[in-house]
């Protein structure tokens, strides 16, 4: 595993309520969610880059607001049609 250092103003962590490890871990679920959203990341692979189970992630997208569904219903009725 790569291990990477970041400098964050003390504030920051402060204003968010945040330890450096949970926010750590916040940080890393953003980016998961953010990765996933874009179609970037599977559902798997951004499980694993949260440290969570894919489980736990699909219930994380709720927070953040994101759609477990990489399709939309117009996608899938678009597929649908086709076939």
Do not use: C, N
């Amino acid at each position: 595993m790569v291990q990477m250092t970041i400098e964050m103003p003390e504030e920051t962590l402060a204003a968010l309520h945040k330890d450096p490890a949970s926010f750590a871990k916040e940080l890393r679920l953003a980016a998961a969610v953010k990765w996933y959203e874009m179609h970037i990341v599977s559902q798997g692979r951004a499980a694993e880059i949260a440290g969570l189970s894919r489980a736990e992630f699909i219930a994380a997208l709720s927070r953040f607001g994101v759609s477990p569904f990489q399709y939309s219903a117009d996608e899938i009725l678009e597929d649908a049609r086709r076939e």
